[in-house]
């Protein structure tokens, strides 16, 4: 169960950087594949960039990674959909507020674990279309195992933007949603902030450290 | 014998109909995949994720048991032994133990009529026993092309109209429902071949901490980089549970590929 969770992160950050804008005919959907794979080759040259090696760029590194990843990732969409019944009680101030939250948490919590995954193979496995929405479908291969991810995405003004990823079945909005709807019922929403506020202030501690822990030795091991 | 015991108690537990008393028969339909661009998917009472967790209180101590287990005992133990054996010869020791359990997942493939995936993992336990050195060697994936297939007995009793029962957290082996862990202890002392070999509970408990400490130096730190994510880390194992479980199933049966690729596409705008 656990090794399902770590390519999640990766991902995450992968896609986000997929998403550079490509200029598409307004009557006929892009394709979400080919907006995707682009997207995830600029995330790889961000991260192997010569002049961005090195723990000491590790800062800067992940700056340009969440820069990148804001264009492509849908930070309402996914704060939208985790909140549930609850986002429609909000009004703007506080929508805003909560999706800049969310999305320091992910971005905290995700992107800085990039750099372990960009030496693995991702490999397009096909795509899905309904509506406005696709769902595109990879592998992961890193040495003998393999770990599905599909993204889940939602057409905005031509502009395939991620809202869910998938990892081996299970959906990152969809399990942060249920642990947020118990927070909800039994403490409100105003706990469920604060511990928000907490989780991302305590993630930030950890970004004064030079950088994160290596584990691509572990994973080597 | 008191394996046998263990596993007897099981079998006439779940044929008095245990496992149904607390929920029925799967909500879905076997040929409905999760479709996840489905308003469905995420709304809040979808029926797909409908549970029965009346053991929480218990659950949530036996959860906390196990990650502080896990933390302070399990994974030194891993970290020490993965410094201690390759990590090739580790990936090997893991391909042994899943070869031995084949017999264990043919069998399944049957009772589910899963014949064509029954002659794979025929075919990837006779060639690994032999090419791949007695299971050591995953030739059959790297050769052939014949990728791993899953199939429990949870998973022949699910087919067979056999409900969830409820949500249990066990000790030491973690997230599992009442029909599940019934499948996995008979598919574990009736026909995996390790721990038939001895009667010793003793000896089959080593065989699995060693099994199990294997896989974990696999996967060192994962457990920790999920967690600290998390805001109720119990909700988040029990939904990821239930998701894996369900989108894993939807493969075996090959409703996933049903969904079709392309449904009312729309003008962009």
Redesign the interface.
């Known amino acids: 169960m656990i090794r399902k969770f770590a390519p999640f992160v990766v991902f995450m950050g992968l896609i986000l950087f997929l998403s550079c804008p490509s200029s598409t005919n307004a009557a006929t959907p892009p394709d979400p594949t080919e907006q995707l794979r682009p997207f995830m080759d600029r995330i790889v040259s961000i991260l192997t960039d010569p002049e961005l090696m090195g723990d000491e760029n590790c800062i800067q590194r992940r700056d340009k990674v969440m820069k990148v990843a804001s264009e492509r990732f849908d930070f309402d969409e996914m704060s939208k959909r985790v909140l549930g019944k609850e986002w429609r009680k909000l009004n703007d101030d506080e929508k805003k507020h909560f999706v800049a939250l969310f999305t320091k948490l992910l971005e905290h919590a995700y992107i800085g674990k990039l750099e372990d995954y960009s030496k693995q193979k991702v490999v397009f496995k096909g795509q899905r279309i309904k509506n406005n929405r696709a769902q595109v479908m990879t592998d992961v291969v890193d040495k003998d195992v393999v770990i599905s991810v599909s993204y889940i995405l939602l057409l905005d003004s031509s502009v395939w933007k991620v809202y869910d990823i998938v990892v081996e079945g299970v959906s990152l909005v969809r399990n942060y949603m249920e642990q947020f709807k118990g927070i909800l019922r039994k403490n409100g929403y105003a706990i469920l902030l604060k511990q928000v506020e907490d989780k991302v202030s305590e993630l930030e501690q950890g970004i004064g450290k030079p950088c994160p822990v290596d584990i691509s030795e572990k994973k080597d091991a | 014998m008191m394996l046998r015991v263990v596993l007897y108690i099981f079998i006439v537990t779940f044929s008095l109909g245990l496992g149904n008393l607390w929920l029925p028969t799967p909500v879905l339909g076997a040929d409905e995949a999760?479709?996840?661009?489905?308003d469905d998917?995420?709304s809040?009472d979808a029926e797909s994720?409908l549970f029965n967790d009346p053991l929480e209180p218990v659950n949530r101590i036996v959860f906390i048991f196990n990650d502080t287990l896990f933390i302070w005992v399990m994974e030194p133990v891993a970290t020490f032994y993965?410094n201690v054996v390759p990590?090739d010869l580790r990936?090997c020791f893991d391909s042994f133990f899943r070869n031995l359990q084949e017999p264990v997942r043919f069998v399944n493939t049957l009772l589910q009529g899963r014949f064509s995936d029954s002659l794979d993992v025929l075919g990837r336990f006779v060639i690994n026993s032999t090419l791949g050195i007695y299971g050591l060697a995953?030739a059959a994936?790297?050769d052939f092309g014949i990728?791993p297939i899953e199939a429990t007995l949870g998973e022949t009793l699910e087919n067979w109209g056999v409900g969830d029962g409820f949500y249990l957290v066990i000790p030491l082996f973690?997230?599992s429902t009442f029909r599940e862990i019934t499948g996995d202890v008979v598919d574990a002392m009736g026909m995996t071949p390790y721990y038939s070999w001895t009667d010793d509970l003793w000896v089959a408990s080593t065989i699995y901490v060693g099994k199990e400490t294997n896989k974990l130096?696999?996967?060192?730190?994962?457990?920790e980089?999920?967690t600290?994510?998390?805001?109720?880390p119990y909700?988040?194992?029990?939904?990821?549970?239930f998701?894996?479980r369900?989108?894993?199933r939807?493969?075996s049966r090959g409703a996933e590929y049903r969904?079709?690729?392309?449904?009312?596409?729309?003008?962009?705008?």
């Open positions: 999760v479709d996840f661009l489905s998917f995420y809040e994720y993965s990590g990936g995953d994936g790297r990728a973690g997230p130096s696999l996967h060192l730190g994962e457990y980089e999920w600290k994510l998390l805001f109720d909700v988040s194992f029990r939904n990821a549970y998701q894996y369900r989108t894993a939807d493969r969904l079709k690729a392309i449904e009312d596409v729309s003008p962009a705008e």
